[in-house]
């Protein structure tokens, strides 16, 4: 993780702002995960997974650095493209990427720093977004095709009928313990699985860990080792031998069929030669399948939060990165709105200095506190309603466009949508100020 901070605007010297993405100042925006071959960079990828593991937040902060020195030519060629600038789709890529998923999904670290950085961008309660706005957004995605939901976020699904292969449930994240106490290498005396105890059961295109504990020293871990017996079953990744616990992850090969059964032998390699070794039956299950519905994804929970960048500077750096200080009020004016999705939801912040909006405003407040509030309500339940619709389809867009391109080409559209939205939501004011102060004038 890298968190670098930057001095606050003249007036708040004493300050530290937390930039919007620390790691762009080693890694190309947007693309925390590299690989490399001999110290040189070989390929990147973008955000998406850690987005979609619901750490977005961390993903302007963090760096996954996949150093592939040490694999074998084939895995090099299969891996890595000749120009030297991205990956290669293809099993060894899947299969990298099915163990990071995994363990970031172990990592309640990462988590705990996501609600960190979600919390310390959240505005204060009172400038939380009023229940009559989100009843207004909500009745319009369900009206577009979202189902209701009380938590999850917004992820488009397949046509009706259509079959995907999906995990096993994680019923919670595992729980690290504390260290057991080790011999002094070379002496050991235990090497045993405690987990799973009677019998591993896997499925077909899944991953199920293997937990042995032990007395020996750490020392050891270069001559510990795990195969199966019928060979069906291959190691996804390996823990290092550490307090007394290595584990390892398995996941099924393409000789995997329904109804495969074997074991799953563990053992440990003493200087002079012996072994300590132990085993436990595995069985090998169908893939699990679900039939998926056609909708257009579930409504997710959301807030709207208003902006200032001189205000709220950090808030800011969060949202528009490349648009601090050193900009100008100009072109920080030219943006109006961005969702970002953290661990709680979607956030959807607008500026409240883009130039059509602050112009309005401004002369709405000389002219009625209440037109002003009906123009600015209106205003967020349509900017919502758009940027909620547009993080929804973003996901089908994967791979698809350049994430840079992406950026750019959503920013342009949120821009105009918002320059038509004022003008809708000034009318919306203006009308509803006149019925109201019309039916005041017939009831007297």
């Given amino acids: 993780m890298v968190f670098n901070y930057r001095k606050a605007p003249k007036d708040k010297p004493e300050e530290l ?68 600038e991205s990956f290669k789709d293809g099993p060894i890529l899947e299969s990298l990427l099915q163990v990071l998923r995994g363990m970031l999904q172990e990592d309640q670290k990462l988590f705990e720093i996501e609600r960190e950085l979600t919390e310390k961008i959240a505005r204060r ?6 229940e009559e706005v989100r009843k207004q957004v909500t009745r319009l995605l369900l009206e577009a095709g979202f189902v209701p939901t009380q938590q999850g976020t917004a992820t488009a699904v397949a046509p009706t009928g259509q079959v995907g292969i999906i995990r096993e449930p994680r019923t919670r994240r595992p729980v690290v313990p504390d260290p057991l106490p080790t011999l002094p290498f070379p002496s ?25 504990e032990t007395d020996a020293d750490a020392e050891f871990d270069t ?61 090998v299950h169908e893939a699990l399948e679900v039939k998926t519905k056609k909708v257009r994804g579930e409504v997710p929970p959301f807030d709207i939060q208003p902006v200032d960048p001189d205000a709220e500077p950090e808030q800011w750096a969060t949202v528009w990165p490349n648009l601090g200080d050193e900009v100008g009020r100009e072109k920080q004016a030219t943006v109006a709105y961005r969702p970002i999705r953290t661990a709680r939801g979607i956030v959807i912040y607008y500026s409240t200095v883009f130039t059509p909006y602050q112009a309005q405003v401004d002369r709405l407040k000389t002219e009625s506190e209440v037109a002003a509030k009906l123009f600015r309500e209106n205003y967020e339940i349509w900017i919502a309603y758009h940027a909620i619709l547009q993080e929804n389809s973003r996901a089908t867009q994967t791979g698809v466009v350049e994430e840079e391109v992406m950026d750019r080409i959503l920013e342009d559209d949120r821009t105009r949508v918002a320059q038509v939205q004022v003008k809708q939501a000034v009318r919306f004011a203006e009308l509803t100020r006149r019925l109201m102060r019309e039916t005041a004038v017939a009831g007297s």
């Fill in 17 to 84: 702002i937390l930039r919007g993405q620390s790691n762009q100042l080693f890694v190309q925006p947007n693309h925390p995960i590299v690989g490399t071959l001999n110290g040189q960079s070989q390929a990147e990828l973008t955000a998406q997974l850690l987005r979609d593991l619901g750490l977005g937040m961390v993903s302007r902060h963090m760096i996954i650095h996949i150093d592939a020195s040490r694999a074998n030519n084939r895995v090099r060629r299969e891996l890595f493209s000749t120009n030297r």
């Fill in 125 to 130: 309660e009172s400038d939380a977004t009023s």
């Fill in 188 to 212: 050991v005396t235990r090497f045993e699985i405690v987990a799973p105890t009677e019998k591993l059961d896997i499925r077909q295109i899944d991953v199920e860990v293997v937990l042995v």
């Fill in 223 to 283: 001559r510990v080792a795990i195969r199966a017996e019928p060979p069906v079953l291959e190691v996804a990744s390996k823990s290092p031998l550490k307090g007394g616990r290595v584990r390892w992850r398995l996941r099924t090969t393409s000789a995997a069929i329904k109804g495969s059964t074997g074991r799953v032998i563990v053992a440990l390699t003493k200087p002079d030669g012996s072994q300590l070794t132990d085993s436990v039956p595995f069985e």
